[in-house]
């Protein structure tokens, strides 16, 4: 079972706010399976909500419950300051979640209707980074359960082109410093992933400062955003992508049950030499198994209940594409007046301010359909 905090001052219109975790491949913890049976309670028979946390006991291991701040803010007691109550939980495991999250996300809202009242009127998920993913899935499958959703920096647009976007990263960095990490973009050997921070991070560092020319070469060959055009800025963003490549592959691989990445046709650009980077990068062909695997984890933009979205423009882990992504799959559904986007001018992922924080949400909350009954407990 999946580890649960309530943070609740007051149920405000009738409000509960369902939080997806905030960063993948990082959140959750040890869970052993899905949670058992709860038992059955007459409707509104739970406590009355009071400040403070409560925590869920794990049927396994204990689970970690995600951090909150999001750009230095913390989500709990920004809701709570608004007046809302507010609940979050871990995954049942670590790694690439995708339904198996909108599912945990089903779990807490029904944990909280059978354990407090008055039963909340509206239930909304907040999601970010990957939990913007599951927050978007949990909106498109579970509308009669969920109102709305704001999904912030998630790559709610293409599942696939999130992945390709790490690896696709990692073998340019390989073209242009070869050795410095040993293996391959889609095989990391164990002790890489081990000695990552205390190893191969100065090195890649170094090679970088060593080198700057092919560092601006690989900024502008992958069009990755980076804060500055110098060494150290530019080692920002690779650290903080190749980190993926190197904690996360294993585990999507298992998870897809094959190798997803596919760039046996790609065509790269923006090198001093285009002839010699596309004869020379690494090619892989996806495994069909894993390619058909990954839709399950993609949203199909078939919107029922309000979505927005907020994204900072120059997010180096996320990239800003994932929101015309979206737009292209909300505009082929049909749902264009059920999406509303927001662009923050600013680099960093999830680097965002309180009052942008507070702003989507209020945009969520004055969207979300039906009548609201102010109750104050």
């Not at 055009?229 to 897809?256: E, F, H, M, P, S």
Request: net charge negative; with cysteine.
């Amino acid at each position: 079972m999946s580890k649960t905090r309530e943070h609740i001052r007051r149920l405000k219109s009738g409000f509960v706010l369902v939080l997806a975790c905030a960063v993948p491949a990082a959140c959750g913890g040890d869970g052993d399976g899905l949670p058992g049976p709860e038992p059955e309670l007459p409707a509104d028979e739970g406590v009355t909500p009071s400040a403070g946390c409560a925590d869920g006991v794990p049927a396994g291991r204990p689970l970690a419950l995600p951090d909150d701040q999001v750009g230095g803010q913390s989500l709990a007691a920004t809701v709570n300051g608004l007046g809302y109550a507010y609940s979050t939980t871990s995954y049942r495991r670590n790694g690439l979640l995708g339904p198996e999250g909108a599912e945990d996300m089903v779990e807490l809202e029904a944990t909280v209707r059978r354990v407090y009242r008055p039963d909340p009127g509206r239930s909304v998920l907040v999601g970010v980074s990957e939990g913007g993913m599951v927050a978007g899935l949990a909106a498109e499958r579970h509308p009669a359960l969920f109102d709305g959703a704001l999904a912030a920096c998630g790559p709610v647009g293409s599942l696939r082109g999130q992945l390709d976007y790490f690896v696709d990263f990692r073998v340019v960095f390989d073209y242009l410093f070869p050795g410095v990490i040993p293996g391959t973009a889609v095989d990391i050997p164990a002790d890489v992933n081990a000695r990552w921070e205390t190893t191969y991070v100065p090195a890649v560092v170094l090679a970088l400062a060593t080198s700057l020319a092919k560092a601006r070469e690989l900024v502008s060959i992958t069009e990755v955003p980076v804060e500055r055009d110098d060494a150290i800025a530019i080692a920002v963003t690779a650290v903080g992508i190749l980190w993926y490549n190197v904690k996360g592959t294993a585990d999507a691989r298992q998870r897809l049950g094959g190798q997803p990445f596919d760039n046996s046709t790609r065509v790269y650009a923006g090198s001093q030499d285009d002839a010699g980077l596309n004869a020379g990068v690494a090619r892989f062909t996806a495994d069909p198994a894993a390619l058909v695997a990954m839709n399950e984890f993609e949203t199909t933009g078939n919107l029922q209940v309000p979505v927005v979205t907020l994204h900072t423009t120059g997010d180096p882990i996320v990239p800003f594409e994932q929101q015309s992504l979206y737009t292209a799959k909300v505009t082929r559904a049909g749902a264009t007046s059920s999406l509303t986007q927001n662009a923050v001018e600013r680099y960093g992922h999830c680097n965002f301010e309180a009052n942008e924080l507070i702003g989507a949400f209020s945009s969520l909350i004055g969207r979300v359909r039906g009548p609201v009954a102010v109750t104050n407990r």
